[in-house]
């Protein structure tokens, strides 16, 4: 499998930010597993939303600027960047000012993802892999707030590829709401951004989720001195 996380590191200083340096083993996959979908709210130099599915072992990753809707009559701009490792998904605090994509991470969602046609026979991750190559992914999304069928489908314009995030019509269409205006706080913690930017600890829940920039300080993987 080739490594496509080199854009990722080359961008980042892990001896000062908590995000993950992407350096850990391969997760295999094996059929059975569902691959993931995260979804970051990022405030950076512009707030966006940070679109993430994986593919190949990595997050394949766009950054939204208004972030997904579930309204199938709305076109959402998806600009591709680099590929991100895995553990990325989980990743939630706070980039210091000065680094790249300075600013607060929020988890705003998290499920897994298939193809919107079920395949039979065929390995998903095949089927997902040429429709990406070709610019024209069909997708079922199992998150906690986005579900349904999407296409993300890429724009012929030069320069770094373009993308459109569009829902499709069916059961879990929403005419008319914005998803990313209704929910304020993390799926994973229940925090605000102002809470995660100050570092708060997250609300209990049932789930258990903590917060996982904690868990990594003492996680032993303690990121790279220079
Ligand atoms: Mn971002």
């Known amino acids: 499998m080739p490594d496509t996380l080199g854009e990722y590191r080359r961008k980042r200083r892990f001896d000062r930010t908590k995000e993950p340096a992407g ?42 600027p208004k972030g997904p809707s579930l309204d199938p009559g709305v076109r959402r701009l998806a600009m591709e960047v680099e590929d991100h490792p895995l553990e990325y998904g989980r990743f939630e605090g706070a980039i210091p000012e000065g680094e790249y994509g300075g600013g607060t991470v929020m988890l705003w969602d998290r499920g897994s993802y298939r193809p919107e046609t079920p395949v039979r026979g065929a390995d998903a991750q095949d089927v997902l892999r040429e429709q990406y190559e070709r610019g024209d992914l069909k997708i079922f999304l199992q998150g906690e707030r986005l579900r349904g069928g999407f296409v993300l489908v890429r724009m012929k314009r030069p320069g770094r590829p373009q993308w459109l995030l569009i829902k499709h019509r069916d059961e879990f269409a929403e005419p008319g709401s914005d998803v990313a205006q209704a929910f304020k706080a993390s799926v994973k913690t229940g925090r605000t951004m102002k809470e995660i930017a100050a570092g708060k600890r997250a609300r209990a829940r049932a789930d258990g989720g903590g917060d996982g920039r ?13």
């Open 214 to 226: 904690k868990r990594r300080a003492t996680g032993g993987r303690g990121g790279r001195k220079t």
């Open 23 to 64: 350096d850990a083993a391969a997760r295999p996959r094996t059929r059975r597993r569902r691959l993931k979908l995260y979804v970051q709210k990022h405030a950076a130099s512009h707030l966006h939303f940070d679109f993430r599915l994986e593919l190949d072992g990595v997050l394949k990753s766009w950054a939204v």
